[in-house]
């Protein structure tokens, strides 16, 4: 079982114990430390395997102590780490087994080869990072943003989930960059012509790219991968270089 964190959600539990509680009432015990949550969230949680409450015959649900304990603690590993539910789940999944586990971390680790910073899962003091993956809540509270700010993004192809709906590690890079440059007056609609250069280039790349992807030998479709980081970064760079050239400034 999992100890009790200190927060809204250890408060009702202890009164909770000797019976089921209603969405409606764990909703209540769980706004003290998370006032933005609701019960389309709850239900959200339970369908992504989160918490899985006790149904009544007539198909309600109804909620232990341990559930809302549990409740209590994804939302804040989503609040305070911005955590991918899917990592949150496997977390708390083996600590409950009494597996000893160092906290999930959502960071930034300095890519090697093109030095761009990008978000990263890191799972133990042992096992390698993985590509950060996030929920639509989990983009929302690693920026900062509301839901209506990301929808007027994606209305305008500047954040892009994945087919999966998840979002990717750049995603929360390109959102955090458009947030700055809106707290400067630059709103998504002066940025379509930047996207639309971007998807240009990205098409240049990939025109180049795609003999080597088609190819038979493996050997040569594997470094079709690499010839597209490189080629991006390169033309990441002479973007980079036509804005400073066009604006006469030097930029660390």
């Not at 955590?83 to 000893?100: Q, S, T």
């Not at 080869?113 to 690693?142: K, N």
Request: no cysteine; charged share 30%; hydrophobic share 40%.
């Amino acid at each position: 079982m999992l100890h009790t964190p200190s927060g809204g959600a250890g408060h009702g539990t202890a009164a909770a114990d000797s019976g089921l509680m209603s969405i409606g009432t764990v909703l209540t015990m769980l706004r003290d430390e998370f006032p933005e949550v609701t019960i389309s969230k709850i239900r959200f949680l339970e369908s992504e395997g989160l918490v899985e409450p006790q149904r009544t015959p007539s198909g309600y649900r109804k909620f232990s102590a341990q559930d809302v304990e549990r409740l209590g603690h994804v939302l804040r590993m989503q609040r305070d780490h911005y955590l991918p539910l899917k990592v949150i789940r496997e977390y708390l999944d083996a600590l409950e087994r009494g597996e000893p586990l160092r906290l999930p971390v959502l960071g930034r680790q300095r890519d090697a080869e093109d030095g761009e910073e990008r978000f990263i899962v890191f799972l133990g003091e042992t096992e390698e990072p993985v590509a950060a993956r996030l929920g639509r809540s989990e983009l929302l509270a690693a920026v900062g943003i509301e839901e209506e700010q990301l929808a007027e993004w994606e209305s305008y192809g500047l954040v892009s989930p994945l087919e999966d709906g998840a979002y990717d590690a750049e995603a929360v890079t390109v959102a955090t960059l458009l947030l700055e440059l809106g707290r400067s007056g630059i709103e998504p609609r002066h940025l379509r012509a930047m996207k639309a250069a971007a998807d240009r280039e990205a098409g240049l790349v990939d025109q180049v790219v795609a003999p080597l992807r088609r190819h038979r030998n493996p050997q040569t479709r594997a470094h079709a991968e690499a010839r597209t980081k490189e080629l991006a970064g390169l033309t990441v760079k002479l973007h980079a270089a036509l804005v400073r050239s066009a604006l006469g400034v030097r930029l660390p």
